[in-house]
């Protein structure tokens, strides 16, 4: 099946301004997903939706397509993302006249993946029976050992007590942080939903190094500290 990749990039971040185009090892932060996507032979067109001209000069330097300035409404704070990603399905239907057999989401946020992640997941997509794979990795916290809520009463209790006490973290249930590597999905499936988990959703596991999922300045200096390490072992 062929597929057309993403990357949805605003020019607004509170977390860490001007994200998306801030230098990691030598270029723009979102050039990592760009050159990931394009890196993958079953990506036909890699495209960016992004509210900023700034961005996209800097996506299409680096080979990408941004066929359209993403208006305003959906590049708030508050703006939906699943929004951006019907936005741009019904940009390509009205110009091309068809969805693509498959959509990819290339997050500029995890720029220490490896195009091998996009390819797991479509691989996994392709097995049949999803309507969407999204990426996991070992959760650092489990919600029924050593993750609180805070009650009525000003206490704090577990965000899922257990009928019997779980006494070690490898008696809990496994879980998994969910991570921002990549997500493949069927376009249709998006056009008529509004959530990742109103369909039927699978995974593909990703080790922690490649998943850093960069939304604030310590969250980069994370980054550029494990890409420099890569870099030296290389």
């Known amino acids: 099946m062929k597929a057309i990749a993403f990357i949805f990039a605003r020019g607004g971040s509170k977390g860490l ?43 299409r330097q680096y080979g990408a397509e941004v066929p359209f300035i993403r208006p305003e409404e959906l590049a708030r704070d508050d703006s ?25 989401s290339v997050p ?18 392709e097995k049949g029976g999803t309507d969407m794979v999204i990426t996991v990795t070992d959760a650092h916290r489990s919600p029924y050992f050593n993750m609180v809520k805070t009650n009525a009463d000003g206490t704090v209790g577990l965000v899922n007590p257990q009928q019997s006490a779980i006494a070690r973290r490898q008696d809990a249930p496994v879980v ?17 939903h509004n959530s990742t988990f109103e369909g039927r959703v699978k995974v593909v596991h990703v080790p922690r190094e490649r998943a850093i999922d960069i939304d604030t300045l310590l969250d980069f200096q994370i980054a550029e500290s494990i890409l420099n390490l890569r870099e030296n072992k290389l």
């Open 80 to 104: 939906p993302e699943w929004l951006a990603w019907c936005h741009v399905l019904n940009y390509l239907r009205e110009t091309t006249g068809v969805l693509p057999e498959i959509m990819i």
């Open 17 to 59: 301004p001007g994200k998306n185009i801030r230098s990691l090892g030598g270029k723009p932060l979102i050039a990592w997903s760009i050159e990931h996507a394009l890196a993958v032979k079953r990506v036909e067109r890699v495209i960016v939706s992004t509210d900023s001209e700034e961005i996209a000069a800097v996506a």
């Open 176 to 192: 998994y942080d969910m991570a921002t590597v990549c997500y493949v999905a069927n376009p249709e499936f998006v056009m008529t």
């Open 108 to 125: 500029t946020t995890a720029p220490l993946r490896l195009p091998l992640d996009i390819e797991n997941c479509l691989d996994e997509y």
